[in-house]
C-alpha cells in the first residue's frame, strides 16, 4: 500500500513538472534541461519554500544573477545597434531598458505574472515582483542553457518585440540626474533624506525619501526601494522646480551635498 501511494505521488509531481515543462516550451520557447531553477524563478521571497535541509528557497539568488547577466546582453546590444554614440548615451538607455517599470512592464507583456508564485499583499512590493521575477528567470536560462542560448532569448523575447528604442530615446526616466543637473547649473544645494517607513516594519519595505532644494522640501517620494524611493522624490520635484526656482538662491558654498 505504501509503495502504491508512493508511486502515485510521484506521477502528480511528474505530471506537475511535465504541465511546466510544456508551458516553457509554448508560451516562452525554453525546452528546458534543468526544470528546477526556472520553478525556483517564479517564487517570490513572500512565498519562500523550506527544502528538507531546512534552507529557505524563492528566486533572490537567480535574480541577483539575472540582473548581471541581462545588463551584460543589453550592454552588448546597445554597443553594437548605436556604434557612434558615446558611453553616457549607451548607460542612459540600458538604465531605461533594465529599469524595475521597464522590466515589470515587459514580464506582463510576456505573460510572466502568470505563473510567478507570491502571497504579499504590499501593493508597492507587488509593482516589481514581475520585472524581479523576469530577472531571475534570466538567471536560470544561462545556468540552463548558457551564455549564447540566454543572449539569443532575451534579443528576441525582450530586446526585438517589447523595447522601443525610438520611444526611449525621448523619454526621461532618470528623474534623479536630471534635478542633480540643475542643482548644479544653478548651484543650488540639494539633500535626500532617504529612510524605510516605519508603517514597512515586518512587511515587504517601504521606503520614504524627500528632496530639498536649498533646505526647501521640493518633492517626496515611495517606493519598494531607496534607489526608486528617490527617483519619485525627484520627478514630483520636476513638475515644481519651475514653480518655485525664482524664490529659490544660490547657496555659496563649494561644498553641494548630492546625497543623504
Not at 513572500?46 to 551584460?72: C, F, H, P, Q
Request: with cysteine; net charge positive; proline share 2%.
Amino acid at each position: 500500500m505504501i509503495r502504491k501511494f508512493i508511486r502515485f505521488k510521484r506521477n502528480i509531481v511528474s505530471a506537475t513538472d511535465k504541465a511546466f515543462s510544456h508551458r516553457l516550451r509554448k508560451e516562452f520557447g525554453i525546452k528546458a534541461t534543468r526544470l528546477n531553477l526556472y520553478n525556483i524563478a517564479i517564487i517570490h521571497k513572500s512565498a519562500s519554500t523550506i527544502v528538507s535541509n531546512g534552507k529557505r528557497v524563492n528566486n533572490e539568488r537567480l535574480e541577483y544573477l539575472g540582473d548581471a547577466i541581462l545588463d551584460a546582453i543589453v550592454t552588448d546590444f546597445l554597443f553594437t545597434k548605436f556604434p557612434n554614440n558615446d558611453e553616457g548615451f549607451l548607460t542612459k538607455m540600458r538604465s531605461r531598458i533594465v529599469s524595475r517599470q521597464s522590466l515589470n512592464c515587459i514580464a506582463l507583456a510576456i505573460g510572466l505574472d502568470k505563473i510567478v508564485v507570491t502571497q504579499t499583499n504590499n501593493p508597492l512590493a507587488n509593482r516589481h515582483i514581475f520585472g524581479d521575477a523576469l530577472e531571475a528567470f534570466v538567471g536560470a536560462i544561462f545556468l540552463d542553457k548558457g551564455y549564447k542560448y540566454t543572449t539569443q532569448w532575451v534579443t528576441k523575447f525582450i530586446l526585438t518585440y517589447h523595447v522601443d528604442l525610438h520611444e526611449l530615446l525621448v523619454t526621461e526616466s532618470d528623474h534623479k540626474s536630471r534635478v542633480i543637473e540643475l542643482a548644479q547649473k544653478y548651484k543650488y544645494d540639494i539633500q535626500f533624506d532617504s529612510q524605510e517607513s516605519e508603517s514597512s516594519k515586518g512587511q515587504s519595505p517601504v521606503f520614504e525619501s524627500k528632496l530639498y532644494l536649498n533646505q526647501k522640501l521640493l518633492g517626496s517620494g515611495f517606493g519598494s526601494s531607496k534607489k526608486e524611493a528617490e527617483q519619485n522624490a525627484a520627478m514630483v520635484a520636476l513638475e515644481r522646480i519651475d514653480i518655485i526656482s525664482p524664490s529659490l538662491q544660490p547657496v555659496k558654498s563649494d561644498t553641494v551635498n548630492w546625497e543623504n
